[in-house]
């Protein structure tokens, strides 16, 4: 498939890594759709964030029926989808002993049952149409542990079995691979980490920084294409070095 008219859904597309993502396939040529339930982030992009876009659709993924009627809403415009950019996500630092019951089910909500209706109603269009590209936002959080965020560690791991799973079961008609992230310099990022905390962490990884979302985007751009055909089942970290020494298993 290339770039241009290509139909594209990126999940949680009005900030951060789902930004920067809707972005680069824009800039490619590519019909992108954003589906994202903070409807005031979504009048910022309509209006001054992103020419180019072909629509933007309020959506909370954790809601099965808000997604189908999201996704009709993109048959009836545009047809089925090309590429689905499964990204939606949140997070809250705890302490284990600390997260509530309901806590823990938001997290878990978002994260991987919105990765699941979302990927789900994506998939179910792509095998009638005989082709398509699944790709999810995992994280390193989601391969090694790490403390105080630990329903968020278990969502992405969720992630990650999820996507192979998928692999299999639909190849060779649609390919499925999952994104899995290091610290990526993102509005989240920022609201829960101070400037010394940053400091500190940018100290551990081998490159020293953190991953622009630009950077996440540019690996979403190239698994979506046909240079990675013959990728599926897949999970890539982009993590400037942090798993290759265990940074995230240190507090």
Known sequence: MEPAGRVVIVTGGASGIGLATARRFVADGARVVVLDRDEDALSRLRRELLPGLAAAVTCDVSDPGQVERAFAQVDAGFGPPDVLIANAGISIRHRFLDITPDEWRRVLAVNLDGVFFSAQAAARRM???????????????????????ADYNASKAGVILLARSMALELAPTVRVNAVAPG?????????????????????????????????????????????????????????GGELAGGLASRG
Do not use: C
């Open 127 to 149: 095998v009638e149409a005989g082709r398509g590209v699944i790709l999810m936002t995992a994280s390193t959080n989601g391969v090694v542990g790490h403390p105080f965020y």
């Open 183 to 239: 610290y990526v310099l993102t509005p989240m990022q920022r609201a829960e980490y101070t400037d010394e905390m940053l400091d500190a962490t940018n100290a551990k990884i081998p490159l020293h920084r953190h991953a622009s979302p630009e950077e996440v985007a540019s690996l979403f751009a190239f698994l979506a294409s046909d240079e990675a055909a013959y990728l599926t089942g897949a999970v890539i970290p982009i993590d």
